[in-house]
């Protein structure tokens, strides 16, 4: 897997929104998800319109931990979601290929394109980190500690054994080294005689 960060600046994160919001509604149905729940893109893909329509919450069985976990749903992300999926049936995929299957059912879109729609878009808006569908989970994390400074219960959230691996997860270690280190050695301004 590629290392990817979390899109630090919020600004930045508008731009992701407004773009996918103008260009493809499933794909910025995909990165709300994402960015609001901070689940892995592989329990994204999986979601179906019965599991996040007229809810408070979304409940999942976690495909890589074999766990159950329960995530807020969001005003906002409720009504992206609510507005996306009011012609949906509640068994269809929230983020739905093109592609069926070989009976002719529908799948969701597959963890590649996942990635292409994530760095197509960063390519649009000139977006020049590092970019994947971790990214979104990475997001989520980023912004959730910068807002409560609460590794604990980000460390709970992702289910990593030590705080030091979720800091180390959403980048916030490496971001205080390069200040550090940026800042080291700065010239003096010397004073003019």
Do not use: C, W
């Amino acid at each position: 897997m590629r290392y990817v960060q979390p899109i630090r600046d919020m600004d930045q994160v508008q731009e992701f929104m407004e773009y996918l919001d103008e260009k493809n509604k499933r794909n910025f149905i995909m990165f709300m998800l994402g960015i609001n729940l901070g689940l892995r893109i592989s329990d994204v893909l999986q979601l179906r319109v019965k599991d996040v329509r007229n809810k408070a919450s979304i409940k999942i069985y976690e495909k890589k931990t074999g766990k159950y976990k329960q995530m807020i749903i969001s005003d906002e992300l409720r009504r992206a979601v609510k507005e996306y999926t009011k012609n949906m049936k509640p068994y269809d995929f929230l983020l739905q290929s093109r592609k069926k299957t070989k009976t002719g059912g529908q799948k969701p879109i597959s963890r590649v394109q996942a990635y292409r729609i994530m760095k197509e878009t960063a390519d649009a808006i000139g977006y020049t980190g590092d970019v994947g569908t971790h990214t979104m989970r990475k997001t989520f994390a980023y912004h959730f500690y910068q807002q409560t400074n609460d590794v604990a219960t980000l460390q709970a959230i992702f289910g990593h054994k030590r705080q030091s691996d979720t800091l180390r997860y959403i980048g916030v270690e490496q971001e205080k080294v390069d200040q550090v280190v940026n800042n080291l050695f700065r010239r003096r301004k010397t004073k003019q005689k």
